[in-house]
């Protein structure tokens, strides 16, 4: 009951933004953006999402031998494509991955390993997303100028500050008391820490993965420019560039479907700030969301493939 209620809100939260963005943009309007799609960009952009995959599933294998567990390549690359299907199709967008984390933890005796591999894979990529997201801010000073405006055009009661301090504390006081009565509490945490160091920060390795999840992120950023000339958008690529970042970074937020609505309403937002046309943004986010859709099907190949032999154990080191 609680995951289909949570599976409900998500539902009813992607189609609530997606119905805002449409109500605040002309349908007609963002129609128009489609008239001249150019098939041979919407390929070229389906076949970068290949190496986006192999270079993941790489990048994952690296952080699952780093904490002591055997992944081959081929089954690193058949389980990422898996976990990205399911993220496309499960609320939250996490779903495929903590899928992704227990079927490796059935075949490897370490389940915790498994699963921090497969955090701290995430986290690597979200971390270099979070870098190049602010190198974008700091090169699209109207951004920033914007998003000022409109905290600075929100102004906060003394009331609603009391309100906040007070729930400060009282989430305080409570992460104190069940600290208190979990005397094992830490542990996991140090053992997170430990393959964070080994599998993250060790010498030898931050350099793959930094250079991997920087990589990632460019396929990211180049499927959105390749959408941008699927639909024949004007605007340059070199301003293009540095606007999608904080798109993706929005999609990083586990309140909906596959990122729906979170995308559309936060390139709507972007494009305004940057005085660009806001339906050019919706529809070039609408474009990319379709297209990693498509590019996540050999997932539910895999998937079919699963729901035949449902008692074979996936062969992690085959």
Not at 8 to 27: G, K
Not at 74 to 92: G, S
Not at 216 to 221: D, M, Q, R, W
Request: hydrophobic residues 55%; positive net charge.
């Amino acid at each position: 009951m609680n995951q289909g209620f949570r599976f409900a809100l998500r539902a009813l939260i992607t189609v609530a933004l997606l119905a805002t963005v449409f109500w605040q943009i002309e349908p007609a309007a963002l129609a128009t953006q489609f008239d001249n799609l150019r098939y041979s960009w919407l390929a070229a952009a389906l076949a970068l999402t290949v190496p986006q995959v192999v270079i993941s599933a790489w990048r994952w294998r690296l952080t699952a031998g780093c904490v002591g567990l055997r992944l081959s390549m081929k089954t690193a690359i058949r389980e990422y494509y898996l976990a990205t299907f399911l993220n496309q199709v499960l609320p939250a967008g996490v779903l495929g991955d903590a899928h992704r984390a227990w079927r490796h933890a059935r075949r490897d005796h370490d389940s915790a390993a498994a699963w921090h591999a497969v955090f701290i894979e995430r986290f690597s990529g979200q971390l270099s997303l979070a870098l190049v997201t602010l190198i974008a801010l700091w090169q699209t000073p109207a951004l920033i100028d914007g998003m000022c405006r409109s905290l600075t055009a929100m102004p906060i009661s003394p009331m609603q500050s009391a309100l906040l301090i007070a729930a400060l504390l009282l989430l305080l006081a409570a992460g104190r008391r069940w600290a208190g009565r979990s005397p094992n509490l830490f542990a996991p945490i140090v053992r997170l820490g430990s393959n964070l160091r080994r599998s993250l920060l060790a010498p030898g390795v931050w350099p793959a993965q930094f250079v991997s999840s920087l990589l990632v992120v460019a396929s990211y950023i180049g499927v959105f420019l390749l959408c941008a000339r699927a639909i024949d958008m004007g605007t340059p690529t070199a301003e293009l560039l540095w606007l999608v970042p904080p798109v993706l970074m929005a999609m990083a937020l586990p309140l909906s479907i596959a990122g729906w609505g979170l995308r559309e309403g936060a390139a709507a937002v972007v494009w305004t700030l940057a005085g660009l046309p806001a339906q050019q943004g919706v529809a070039l986010s609408l474009c990319y969301g379709v297209l990693v859709l498509v590019s996540s099907l050999p997932g539910a190949l895999v998937l079919a493939f699963c729901a035949r032999e449902p008692h074979q154990r996936p062969d992690m080191a085959e």
